[in-house]
T-cell receptor
Framework: AQKITQTQPGMFVQEKEAVTLDCTYDTSDPSYGLFWYKQPSSGEMIFLIY??????QNATEGRYSLNFQKARKSANLVISASQLGDSAMYFCAMNSGGSNYKLTFGKGTLLTVNP | GAVVSQHPSRVICKSGTSVKIECRSL??????MFWYRQFPKQSLMLMAT?????????EQGVEKDKFLINHASLTLSTLTVTSAHPEDSSFYICSASPPKTGFTNTEAFFGQGTRLTVV
């Protein structure tokens, strides 16, 4: 069974600074995918970034980058140049059951960006 | 990216009544959809996998007779909460699985979610 662990219930960051949100995972599958989603107070799930287990390079999408350390089973999200609109819940997830779309989520980290 | 629409976004119902939530894939056919439940300040928990033309697959601990799932077409899955009680109050959100061909995205596409309050 897959498991995602996010150990930071809440994080604070100053506007324009970078922040790292931690995520560790556990799986026995050799092939898997890791995802980060943002959930603002409205509830929608906004896809941020994806990392495949066989990808050689760390994924990047604009201000988001994923620090993938396979040996440590970690997939931390780095947000550069934080903006006030980045304040939200952030969930790390991984696919399961052989499906790219059936996801197991971590408990989430509430990020607050201070002006 | 692909669009998944969920309706209604909010619903309040009386205890003992049933509520139907719809999840539609607007620009692709989805043979599989997933239903998640999220209690306040908690994570998303998968409830069931909805399969077009066949029975849904429920996760352990989810009552299939209480949470009825119907996936009668390739663009629509419905979740019906039967005989709702206050403890069923939660945020329900669906995601859809696009076909492998024609899509290079790897992410699941989520609906906007439905906030159910049972009074």
């Amino acid at each position: 069974a897959q498991k995602i662990t996010q150990t930071q219930p809440g994080m604070f960051v100053q506007e324009k600074e970078a922040v790292t949100l931690d995520c560790t995972y556990d799986t026995s599958d050799p092939s898997y995918g890791l995802f980060w989603y943002k959930q603002p107070s409205s509830g929608e799930m906004i896809f941020l970034i994806y990392q495949g287990s066989y990808d050689q390079q760390n994924a990047t999408e604009g201000r988001y980058s994923l620090n993938f350390q396979k040996a440590r089973k970690s997939a931390n999200l780095v947000i550069s140049a934080s903006q006030l609109g980045d304040s939200a819940m952030y969930f790390c997830a991984m696919n399961s059951g052989g499906s790219n779309y059936k996801l197991t989520f971590g408990k989430g980290t509430l990020l607050t960006v201070n002006p | 990216g692909a669009v998944v629409s969920q309706h209604p976004s909010r619903v309040i119902c009386k205890s003992g009544t049933s509520v139907k939530i719809e999840c539609r894939s607007l620009d692709f056919q989805a043979t599989t959809m997933f239903w998640y439940r999220q209690f306040p300040k908690q994570s998303l928990m998968l409830m069931a996998t909805s399969n077009e033309g066949s029975k849904a697959t429920y996760e352990q601990g989810v009552e299939k007779d209480k949470f009825l799932i119907n996936h009668a077409s390739l663009t629509l899955s419905t979740l019906t909460v039967t005989s709702a009680h206050p403890e069923d109050s939660s945020f329900y959100i669906c995601s859809a699985s696009p076909p492998k061909t024609g899509f290079t995205n790897t992410e699941a596409f989520f609906g906007q979610g439905t906030r159910l309050t049972v009074v």
